[in-house]
């Protein structure tokens, strides 16, 4: 197999809160805590999670936003962190992101030409002119027109602000796409006109994602795999097939079982559902303080990714089998 072309080894990273006295320590928050992924080109990747286990954590270090705080995380062989400022800066040409506000995103001071070519500009390769007609190619991948070029982000609706920072993305031909919840702040009926846009730009481009999102469904039709995030460890990473029709870990159901559906549910309570959280002693694992599941071994160890089944890894003490979903109707 080719080698990855994003890797994370054993990746944590820790954030000092504000100290309470003047010369106590600060306390830690572990945003990410040990997490290992491999993710190869061609095959999109899932990150799902509720707010606050770590997802966009995980895609500024993807991105060499942030440093970790232990671990490795390089794009094609090359370790984000031991590069050079001016080697980092050249090698973003084979990724880039997309973020979550397409509103928040864009300099409302910078004309569209300005801000789809600015990565080309950072460079320093190109000549306006050629950044200008290049800029007018990547606005017509994303159903945007040449004259567009000269508007402002405000003459522009929410899906054409987020087109024009997939524009901005795509412009150096990167292989990856670090996208963080890039339809969340879109209306539904927009939602749907951007993923079908970035599933037909993976296939005109050959772009890899790296999606970050908490909305199951938007992963499920984006995305070759999915990785579950809970407090800054991966619990379970399978292909979606898999993960949404027969889910293993208790996160991941009660996950699933917190999607909303038209049909009430009747009779039992579908199997995942969070339960009102126990004390845990320890708390080795970090889901036992919720997980309706959780024994004596659950308090006194942190279970490590093991393989269910080809391609499904989960993380837990209990004898798991896959089971079929809530949601699988």
């Not at 929410?158 to 920072?165: D, F, M």
């Not at 730009?201 to 990785?227: K, M, P, R, W």
């Not at 038209?262 to 009102?276: D, K, N, Y």
């Amino acid at each position: 197999m080719n080698a990855p072309l994003l890797q994370l080894e054993d990746v944590t990273r820790q954030y000092p809160l504000p100290r309470e006295r003047l010369w106590q320590k600060p306390a830690l928050v572990h945003a990410l805590r040990g997490v290992s992924l491999h993710l190869h080109s061609g095959r999109s990747l899932g990150v799902v999670g509720e707010s606050g286990s770590g997802k966009s954590t995980l895609a500024r270090l993807a991105m060499g936003l942030e440093p970790p705080s232990s671990g490795r995380v390089s794009v094609l062989g090359r370790d984000l962190n031991a590069l050079s400022p001016a080697d980092l800066r050249h090698a973003r040409r084979d990724f880039q992101m997309v973020f979550q506000d397409p509103y928040g995103s864009l300099d409302p001071r910078q004309t569209v030409a300005r801000i789809v070519g600015e990565p080309l500009a950072v460079l320093g390769q190109q000549t306006p002119a050629a950044m200008r007609e290049q800029a007018a190619e990547v606005l017509a991948a994303v159903g945007l027109r040449r004259n567009d070029l000269d508007k402002y982000p405000h003459e522009f609706s929410g899906g054409q602000r987020q087109r024009v920072a997939i524009a901005r993305a795509l412009i150096t031909r990167p292989r990856l796409i670090v996208a963080d919840e890039p339809v969340s702040a879109l209306d539904v009926s927009v939602q749907a006109q951007v993923l079908n846009l970035m599933q037909d730009l993976a296939q005109q481009f050959g772009v890899t994602y790296l999606l970050i999102s908490h909305d199951l469904a938007v992963v499920n039709h984006l995305c070759d795999e999915v990785a579950v995030i809970y407090q800054g460890r991966i619990v379970e990473q399978g292909t979606p097939e898999t993960l949404f029709k027969a889910a293993a870990h208790p996160y991941t159901r009660a996950l699933l079982a917190a999607v909303p559906r038209l049909a009430p549910q009747t009779g039992r309570r579908p199997r995942g559902v969070v339960l009102t959280p126990r004390t845990v002693a320890g708390g080795a694992c970090p889901y036992a303080a919720r997980c309706p599941q959780a024994q004596a071994v659950c308090d006194n160890s942190r279970p490590e990714l093991r393989a269910l089944a080809n391609d499904h890894l989960v993380a837990c003490h209990l004898d798991l089998a896959p089971a079929e979903s809530a949601t699988s109707n």
